[in-house]
């Protein structure tokens, strides 16, 4: 026969005991005890970090394409995408050769050059 008494005394030593292994404490109020002085963790949603990912993603691609094909023949692909029409007229717009790709496909070929030599 077991004593109701001395099962609710383990019980709260065991709940005592897991609490103390994961870390945490009894704390009086208005004192600064353990929970105080534990920095929680920043939550932050990497939104803005998968933005630039993407962007530097893509204007590279477009940039080593650019540098596979050669200018010539990257405009003449993206004007014959562009006259197609419909959504590949929006493809086109997104293809065009701009300045960062012109930059990029430029770095690239230094890159190569000076690696070949």
Known sequence: MSDPNL???Y?????????????????????LGRSYYRRLPVRRRPVFRIGV?????????K????????????DARVAQIES???GDAMQAFLMQSEPLTNLISGAIKIVVERSRS
């Open 7 to 9: 099962d609710d005394f």
């Open 11 to 31: 019980t709260r030593v065991g709940r005592i005991e897991r609490t103390h292994a994961m870390g945490h404490g009894f704390e009086a109020p208005g004192t």
């Open 53 to 61: 990912f993407l962007f530097c993603f893509c204007f590279g691609l």
């Open 63 to 74: 940039g080593a394409i650019h540098y596979h094909m050669g200018a010539e023949a990257y």
């Open 84 to 86: 197609r029409g419909g």
